[in-house]
């Protein structure tokens, strides 16, 4: 590593304790497989890669305590490592799943794979249960990302996580026992590259807001160094390693490499020693071999694993980088764990399938297959057959003289005979990207509004405490100190900004009472009206009235009160520009927005009562309220569903309960939109769609912590008409809290959410990273693509929505009840992220329309049933499926799209007036049942792929 060792001399600071030569070990046979000739190229020299170090680089002195070496147990290494300094630490566990496990362990561990599972420990699980319980007495949640690499999934392209929803290892005892469940499903492969694993951990470091964490990578050799790569270069593994390792330095990321088998360790010892291009020394080799008494080799081996530590983690802290965030640097996501369902450790995969038997693992390790040569669990070497001996060692599928067509980079194992460099193997294609777009949007997007100037408003609830943001001045005008009162104190800190979505900036706003769990709607003239809240806030009211970025528009508050008490109510805007707010917590009732003082002010609807489950703390919270043509309103709740008149406040029909056992109303959250309404029917028909939702009892198990599996159901009902039925397909997997966003080419976009547990303070686990797509006018079974995850956990108080360009705004999460960072399984998330649909690539511009103008005669809006031209540049002719959209803005929080819709327009003519463009003539749609008047988002969509929408506005007719 760079400097002198604190080791002993004579071992230096690349140490192996026990023999680590390439003399057999007395009494052990030979390797039963045909052993590669390691015949490489020699290695470049790193002395110079990168470059020296910059003269303005910090040169960090060992300065801190020296750890001795005199120990006989895990405890003296522990309490060393304390007195030298290592205050806290996070372990992230990687595992080499490369083909060549397979015969390096002939001298080491007895001719059997270095992953062979037995009644004793193997080499890895020794490894992961030497450091694991080291450190875990440094590890405050003891919480353990684990990911294998080199696999035939993987090979040296990715990573992919133990578990399929990426949860993390409750400690080194639970790496140990999923390790053994993995085992027997995986194919080792390769070629061998640490790159991708050491990304993933900067991404962990990165997602944990800059805490300090420990890489531990398992091997059992070095990294692969291709046939073709010319004398004194890179490989292009290598190029990578050493690449992922400089970048490594710019975290506060230890990485610490067991080697693990009988090497070689060439390229460790390289990697260790010469790179001198980083910002401190962030990398140790160690190499564990066989001959020494257990407990005396579990103290050294520890010791001569961690001994850097101490020193790395006091030069996170004089370089500042501890606790810092970069921003989106690296951003890799892991694969699925593979599921193969039969293990290639060994030629004999009959006998090897045939003789596995799981046992659990041992965390003592004082039955190592290390120190036993009579195990005979699965794992024992058969001889191989000269065929085996034939195949490429890393695909085991291909004869070693091919290169392509095997889906590796060439190695020197697979001869000399290559003409060809391999393809490159390379991940299933991922739909969809992501984009980091802020670091810290000062408060939680528990509530995200789009506004007709671009700009998103964002509000949280102010009883979270102090925010990511600080105000000079309090409301009442009273500056706000430095004083340890004025810090701790709510009233000095943001709860609601503003984002530009052209500068990419925040401003800060002020917000007067608790918005926590409230409600709200956008007036036809573009203001936003928030309703109900928490506490005082419960009847309060607020208007914001959107302006230009840049000015300086902020929260009013209105005059008037609501009757009701609305407390997880949900609004409806109405074809009269009023607002209905429908319950609430304890309230049973809807109300009107302005009040209708001639009718009374607070309607009983007693359906909300019927659906309420005392013992589930609702299950009918935030009912879901739809506009339908006909001017009546859809409610669903928990289960059940009406169709309501709101102007007679009778109930005109119930609709069937959806099928399932579960809710769909909070804290049961699932979520709901219309499926576009469409000029083709004149509008007549609305089909309801509710996805997801959480297990009958969730709340309750949630509390005692048992975290039930979500609802991964969606159903389907056509609410006009007289034929209502529920049509019921699945999800690619369980989700609750998920929000559903329409899309300006029909589809449903599902993101965010949990899989298990419900709504509410730390009631869920499990991150619903990937978003799902949805195309309604599919065959059922066909409709669902899984699109490409986010590395940000996005659980209770998220939101989403659809900005003009295309794409879909996410933010918020936080499952705390207070603003927290640290010590919590999803902390409070202040990251701002675009998702992109992939119909938003630049291949294809040339089916996109572009610069789309909307020519209204320099009037107000569009009156309902009038044309409006359309005006757009297209390089080729429109196709026949050329349409046009018009969608709505939500108001959005708690999973549900207050009044979102999406109508598709009737265009009654398309002609061409120059060279690439086009003049279309829509109308608009026929009343304000329809659509409400307001501010919508027009698209122009062709063949799948939308324009950057314009905003047009529709209006009632003049009185005449």
Request: net charge positive; with cysteine.
């Amino acid at each position: 590593m760079g400097g002198k060792s604190s080791k002993r001399s004579t071992t230096g600071r690349y140490a192996s304790y026990g023999s680590s030569s390439n003399s057999g070990y007395p009494g052990y046979a030979q390797s039963p497989y045909t052993q590669p000739t390691y015949n490489c190229p020699p290695p470049p020299s790193y002395q110079t890669y990168g470059g020296p170090p910059p003269e303005s680089r910090k040169r960090l002195e060992r300065k801190f305590s020296k750890i001795d070496d005199d120990y006989n147990s895990l405890e003296q290494v522990t309490d060393a490592l304390a007195r030298a300094g290592l205050e806290s630490s996070n372990l992230i566990v990687g595992i080499d799943f490369t083909k060549s496990n397979e015969w390096t362990g002939t001298r080491s561990f007895h001719r059997k794979s270095l992953h062979h599972i037995g009644d004793g420990q193997n080499p890895y699980e020794q490894a992961i249960s030497i450091i694991g319980r080291t450190l875990s007495k440094f590890d405050e949640d003891n919480l353990i990302p684990c990911y294998g690499f080199g696999d035939a999934s993987t090979h040296d392209q990715e990573v992919f996580s133990f578990y399929p929803d990426e949860k993390f290892c409750n400690g080194f005892e639970e790496v140990l026992g999923r390790y053994r469940e993995l085992v027997p499903q995986l194919r080792l492969a390769g070629p061998t590259s640490f790159a991708p694993v050491i990304e993933m951990a900067i991404t962990i470091v990165e997602q944990s807001g800059g805490q300090y964490h420990v890489l531990l990578i398992i091997a059992d050799g070095q990294v692969t160094r291709s046939i073709d790569t010319v004398n004194g270069q890179l490989s292009p593994q290598e190029k990578r390693t050493v690449e992922a390792i400089v970048k490594a330095s710019q975290y506060p990321l230890s990485i610490v490499l067991v080697g693990v088998g009988d090497g070689p360790w060439d390229m460790m010892r390289e990697f260790d020693d010469n790179i001198p291009a980083r910002a401190f020394d962030n990398f140790q080799a160690n190499i564990m071999s066989k001959n020494m008494d257990l407990s005396r080799k579990e103290a050294e081996f520890a010791l001569s694993a961690l001994m850097e530590i101490p020193s790395q983690y006091k030069a996170t802290l004089e370089l500042n980088i501890l606790g810092a965030r970069r921003g989106n640097e690296i951003d890799r996501i892991p694969l699925h764990p593979p599921q193969y369902g039969a293990a290639s450790f060994g030629t004999s995969k009959t006998s090897q399938n045939s003789s596995y038997r799981p046992s659990a693992p041992s965390s003592s390790g004082h039955n190592s297959a290390f120190g036993s040569g009579h195990n005979s669990a699965v794992g024992s070497s058969h001889p191989a057959s000269s065929a085996d001996n034939q195949l490429c060692p890393i695909c085991i599928t291909n004869p070693k003289d091919m290169a392509f067509g095997c889906g590796h980079q060439t190695c020197c194992e697979c001869g000399q005979d290559l003409q060809a460099k391999a393809v490159l193997h390379h991940s299933a294609e991922r739909k969809g990207t992501w984009k980091l777009l802020l670091n810290n949007t000062g408060v939680v997007g528990v509530q995200m509004v789009l506004t007709h100037w671009n700009t998103v408003i964002l509000l949280d609830r102010s009883g979270s405490g102090r925010s990511g943001y600080q105000l000079r001045h309090r409301l009442n005008g009273t500056r706000c100190k430095g004083t340890r009162g004025d810090l701790s104190d709510p009233t000095c800190y943001v709860h609601s900004v503003e984002y530009s979505i052209s500068n990419n900036t925040i401003r800060r706003l002020n917000i007067m009472s608790d918005t926590f769990s409230s409600s709200g709607s956008i007036l036809s003239d573009g203001r936003i009206i928030e309703s109900g809240g928490f506490g005082d806030a419960s009847t309060r009211i607020h208007y914001f009235g959107p302006c230009k970025s840049g000015d300086s528009c902020d929260w009013s508050l209105g005059k008037k009160h609501l009757s009701a008490k609305r407390w997880y109510a949900s609004s409806q805007i109405l074809p009269d520009d009023r607002i209905i707010v429908v319950g609430g917590r304890g309230s049973f009732t809807y109300e009107f927005i302005p009040k209708m003082s001639t009718n009374g002010n607070v309607f009983h609807l007693s359906f909300l009562q019927q659906t309420n489950d005392g013992n589930e703390d609702g299950n009918n919270l935030y009912p879901i309220v739809h506009l339908s043509v006909d001017g009546k309103l859809f409610i669903f709740a928990n289960r059940d569903s009406i169709l309501f008149n709101y102007k007679q406040n009778r109930v005109v029909k119930k609709f069937p309960r959806i099928p399932g056992i579960g809710s769909r109303s909070y804290p049961s959250t699932g979520s709901s939109v219309i499926l576009p309404l469409d000029q083709k029917d004149g509008f007549r028909k609305v089909e309801v769609m509710i996805c997801g939702g959480a297990a009958s009892g969730a709340n309750a198990a949630a509390r005692q912590g048992t975290f039930l599996t979500g609802l991964n159901s969606c159903g389907r009902m056509v609410i006009t008409g007289n034929n209502h039925k529920w049509k019921m397909e699945n999800m690619p997997g369980p989700r609750l809290m998920n929000d559903m966003v329409l899309l300006p080419t029909g589809h449903v976009l599902i993101i965010n959410g949990a899989k298990r547990g419900c709504a509410g303070w730390r009631n869920a686990a499990g991150p619903a990273l990937e978003p799902y797509l949805y195309n309604p006018k599919k065959t059922l079974g066909r409709r669902f693509t899984v699109l490409k995850s986010t590395k940000i956990a996005r659980m209770f108080h998220s939101s989403a929505i659809l900005v003009p360009d295309g794409s879909v705004l996410v933010a918020g999460s936080n499952p705390n009840n207070q603003y927290t960072y640290r010590n919590a399984s999803h902390p409070t998330e202040l990251r701002l992220q675009a998702f992109i649909p992939d119909y938003m690539g630049k291949e294809y511009n040339h089916q996109r329309p572009h610069n789309v103008s909307i020519d209204i005669n320099g009037t107000e809006g569009v009156a309902y049933g009038n044309e409006f031209l359309v005006r757009f540049l297209l390089e080729s002719k429109p196709s026949k499926y050329l349409s046009f959209s018009a969608y709505a803005p939500p108001f959005t929080t708690h999973s549900l799209s207050m009044n979102q819709r999406l109508l598709k327009l009737r265009s009654t003519r398309i002609i061409s007036d120059a060279k690439g463009w086009w003049n279309a003539t829509v109308e608009a749609p026929p009343s304000a049942n329809v659509a409400p008047s307001g501010f919508y988002l027009l698209s122009v969509v062709n063949e799948g792929i939308p324009s950057i929408s314009e905003w047009i506005k529709f209006i009632q007719p003049a009185s005449t």
